[in-house]
Each structure stands twice: as C-alpha cells, then as structure tokens.
C-alpha cells in the first residue's frame, strides 16, 4: 500500500487540489445562463418542453406564478425518473436527451427541489473522471505518471476546463465521452482486441446522443485510427472496428429519430444555421481568431508548459539526435490532430461564438502539451538526482496550474445575480409584469429573479390595458422589458415607458439593472 501511494501521490494531491477549486468555484456561482436553465426545465418539466407550453403556447396576457416556474425546473412529487416526459421533450428541442436524462435522474433523488448543487454535483463526478480518463490515456501511450499526472493538472485546472464544470450543460458528459474514445483508440493501437470496438461504436452511440458536435471529433479521429491501422496493416483490427463503429453511429437514427429533423431545422441551433455560416465566407478571419484566443486564454499554463519544452528541447536538440531508438509517438498525433482539424471546422460553423462548442476538444489540446514533456523526458534519459528533479519539475507544474485558476476565474459564475437577486428581493412584494411578443428566452434568462414574485403578467407592447388591470393601481410595479433583437422582441423601453405614461398615472421609471436580453425597471406614480 505504501509503495502504491508513494507511486500515486501526485496524481491523489491533484484530484484534491482540483476537488478544492471547483467546490471554491461552485459556491462562487450566483447564477445561471439561460441553456443552464434549460437543461433544468427540459430535464425536470413534464411534457413541457418550453414557458410558452406551460400556457397552451401563448404567454401574452396570461399571468405565470411561482409554483408553475419551480414546475418547470424542478422534479415534482409523481414525476421522478420521467424519462419519457424528457424525451419528449428532446424531440422538440435542438438536443439529444442524455444528459438530460442524468440530470433529470440526479434531480430525481431530491423531489421538490431546485438547487445549484444538484447539476454542479454531475459534473463534478464527470470532471473527476474525465481527468482520470485523461491521465489513463496517458499511461496507455506508454508515456510516465508524471506526464498523466501533469495532463491531469493542466486540464483539471485550466479556466476552459473549470468553465466546462461550472456550466450546468452537457459538454462536461461530451468531454468525458471524447476522452473516453481517446483512451479506445489507443487500447486498439496498442493492442487489438473485439471488445475495444464495440465498446468504441457504444461510446459513439453515446456521444451522439449527447451533443451533435461529438460527430466531428469522432468522426476524425476514427479516420485517423483507419489511416494509421491501414499503415500498420491491421486489417483484421479494422475488419472488427469499421462495422462497429458504422452500427454505433448510425443507431442514433433508431434511439432518436428527431436528430434528422433538428439537422434539416432552420433554428439557431441547427444544421440549417450551420450551413448559412459555412457559406459565409467574410467571417472566416474574424471566427479563427475568436477560437484560437478561446484556446489560448483558456490553457495559458498548457501553453506555457509547452512552449518551455520546446524551449528545452532545442537545448537538449543533439542528445534528442543522438537517441535513435526515440522516436515521435504517431499514436499521439492520431488523437491530437483531428482535434486542430475539428477547431478549425467549429470555428466556422457554430452558431454562436462561444467556446463551449470546443470544451470536448480541450483534453486533445493539453495531450499536445503533454507530448513535448514526453519527448523531453525521452531525450534526457538517466540522469543523476532524476526522480528529484522530475519531482520539483511536477509540482512546478501544478503551481502553475493552480496560479492559473486563482488569476482567471472560469465562466458562467454570474457574480452580478447576487446583486439583480438582491434587488428583486427589495421588490417581492410588488406587482410584476413582463413585456414580450410571446418569445420564452429572455422570460426564461429571469427565471430566477421571476420566481421571488408570487406571480407575473405578460404583457406585449401594442395593449397595455391588461397590464394595467394586473397592477390594479399599485403604487409602483416591477417591469422586465425583453430587449434582445437577435434571441427575443428586442422592444424598446422608452416606448413602453412612455405609452405607460400616457396611458396612466405611472410616469417615473426607475432602472434596476439590465442583463443581455432584459432590461427591469421600477415603475411608479
């Protein structure tokens, strides 16, 4: 036991390090991004898959209470472990239902909740074991536990990394899944076997259902796979992966037939989207750039670790010259590669600019980093005090690492909700009414706050009469006006304000605070 835990020391000190960060991170998160909440109200509604369901699919002039908001985003008593009902509402979504079904099943464990924890509780569990699937593929290249154990450092403490935990959304499965189809391949490269394959076309299988975007890292990296067996002329190695990875991919047609018609779809989120930006030529040089500065904000301690190994192995260039049995590891580069492939191709065709599109290929990205390393350490060979200085070397890593994390916090911590919370708090007992041409997503971005009030009246912007009846002469009412042109009405708030003005006695308006898609004022006479 003692000689076990003196070989793995490093790699328990990092999953403990990394546990603090994230549970440090967890309790910072004060908010959530509108797809957070969806993940919660597509996994935890029944047979709704949107607000506007709640309400037979007209929101405008109906009032919404608190109960029907914590319905949408919670588990309630008598729909535990619903898998249909999330199914459903899959199919009239633009997503595959397997995270949803996980996220729905751990809610399931704590009925009539809605919480943070429960979401962020998944992805922990499936941030450890990416990691640990990570540093496995490592040391099934052949490569040392050091450099595992730095993989697992520099991804685990790695903004883009935190950022894929912090987010309650399915790229912290996709990424697990990509790094579990890493460590296949180079279990078949290494050495052939039929399980490895179908356990392949199963991993594809789930990928699928997952996230779309698992087709573009797989698909490259099963060709990778293909040209290297081709090379190394393991045909009977093929003959078994080739169907079972055709079978895995295509059983999504039979698991979840609605993947056709969200690839056909003319939404944002779509194939049809995908396509309109593909042809859009002009916005190539602007997209590259937002990607690769993605990377490079995102993995600045991978970047810096690697730039030093280049450095050091110029240093060390004749003594890499002189080990002719050394020599580059092309399994490597058939997980590396295609992942600078599909960047390349997601830059270009996601539907917004948003990094999460590329979390999946983060991993890949740090085994780059972590290939110098290896050919470093290869070119120095024995030398005396190694096993000290490769010691000092690791934890210099880690302190990178972790200098990193505390410098650059991850995305999606919202720290500004607390104040809009706070604010709204001041304001719960007040009437609310929500200005909206029956779009979901800016009501659904202030779910949230909406849920301090006992209720709320949707109101649009060409009749205010209902509104005004809702409010019932109050002294002052809480207004939301949905302000996004490009998600939702994109109304003006002076207008409102305005013909509110004209229309009654409420003539001043103050802003309480304003987020991408609304704006919230306190209206009074």
Not at 179 to 193: D, G, H, P, T
Request: with cysteine; proline share 3%.
């Amino acid at each position: 036991m003692k000689e076990k835990f003196r070989r793995c020391w490093a790699l328990v000190l990092v999953f403990v390090i990394v546990t603090g960060v994230c549970f440090l991170f967890a309790g910072r998160k004060s908010g959530m991004f509108i797809d957070e909440i969806y993940a919660y109200g597509l996994s935890n509604s029944h047979y709704a898959p949107f607000l506007t369901d709640i309400k037979d699919g007209e929101m405008v002039g109906k009032t919404f209470t608190r109960q029907e908001l914590f319905d949408y985003v919670a588990v309630t008593d008598g729909e535990r472990f619903d898998a249909g009902s999330v199914y459903y509402n899959q199919v009239h979504d633009v997503h595959p239902p397997l995270h949803y079904w996980l996220l729905n099943a751990v809610c399931s464990l704590f009925p009539n909740t809605f919480t943070k924890w429960t979401g962020l509780a998944l992805n922990y569990v499936l941030y450890m074991l990416t990691m640990f699937a990570l540093y496995k593929t490592v040391r099934r290249l052949g490569w040392s536990r050091g450099c595992g154990t730095a993989a697992a450092v520099l991804y685990g403490l790695s903004v883009i990394g935190l950022s894929t935990f912090v987010m309650i959304r399915m790229y912290m499965l996709l990424t697990l899944l990509a790094v579990v189809l890493m460590y296949l391949i180079v279990c078949l490269m290494r050495e052939f076997k039929p399980k490895y394959c179908i356990l392949t076309g199963l991993v594809l299988l789930a990928g699928l259902i997952t996230q779309y975007y698992f087709v573009f890292y797989a698909f490259f990296l099963c060709a990778a796979y293909v040209i290297y067996a081709l090379v190394k002329r393991e045909y009977k190695a093929l003959a078994w992966f080739v169907p079972c990875a055709l079978v895995g991919a295509l059983s999504l047609l039979l698991v979840f037939p609605a993947c056709i018609d969200h690839l056909f779809a003319d939404n944002i989120v779509s194939g049809g989207n995908a396509m309109e930006n593909l042809r859009n030529f002009a916005q190539y040089p602007v997209r590259l750039r937002t990607f690769i500065s993605f990377i490079t904000h995102g993995l600045k301690a991978a970047i810096i670790i690697a730039l030093l190994a280049i450095i050091a192995l110029c240093v060390c260039f004749k003594k890499l010259r002189a080990a002719k049995d050394k020599r580059l590891d092309l399994r490597a580069l058939v997980l590396i590669v295609p992942a600078f492939v599909v960047l390349v191709i997601v830059a270009l065709i996601s539907p917004v600019d948003e990094p999460r599109y590329i979390y999946n290929l983060v991993p890949a990205f740090v085994l780059a980093a972590c290939l110098l390393l290896y050919l470093l350490e290869e070119s120095l060979g024995s030398f005396e005090r190694e096993g000290l200085i490769k010691t000092a070397a690791l934890l210099c890593i880690m302190a990178l690492a972790l200098w990193q994390a505390r410098c650059v916090p991850p995305d999606y911590l919202y720290p500004e909700y607390a104040e809009y919370d706070a604010i709204v708090a001041e304001h719960s007992d007040d009437k609310c009414v929500y200005f909206s041409d029956n779009r979901f997503e800016a009501i659904t971005q202030d779910l949230l706050q909406l849920m301090a009030f006992d209720d709320f009246y949707v109101s649009d912007d060409t009749d205010l009469t209902g509104a005004l009846d809702y409010v019932g002469g109050a002294d002052e009412f809480v207004a939301y006006v949905d302000i996004s042109e490009f998600w939702s009405s994109g109304y003006d708030p002076d207008k409102i304000i305005s013909a509110l003005a004209d229309a009654s006695d409420y003539d001043k308006a103050e802003l309480l605070y304003q987020n991408g898609l609304s704006a919230t004022y306190l209206i009074s006479k």
